[in-house]
């Protein structure tokens, strides 16, 4: 296995951030923590969410493609 071998790595449950903002009807783009260092992902969700906002990752379509919900403020 390679150090860019994905197929072991889930992003579900990381929380990372918008580096461009999720419309509905299209992707967005969001920093996540992964392998010791921070790497960008296509994503989704179900509503806008707008740039810099935290969210979570609920679940992924490939391996640089996730679905993303806001992460409640606290």
Do not use: K, N, Y
């Not at 296995?1 to 509905?24: C, E, H, K, L």
């Amino acid at each position: 296995m390679s150090a860019t071998d994905d197929t072991d790595f889930s992003p579900i449950g990381v929380i990372g951030r918008v580096t461009v903002s999720i419309p509905t009807d299209g992707p967005g783009e969001v920093l996540l923590p992964v392998r010791g260092g921070t790497e960008a992902f296509a994503a989704w969700s179900r509503e806008p969410i707008a740039r810099h906002a935290q969210v979570i990752v609920v679940d992924h379509t490939s391996a640089r493609s996730v679905i993303v919900a806001p992460l409640p403020a606290t």
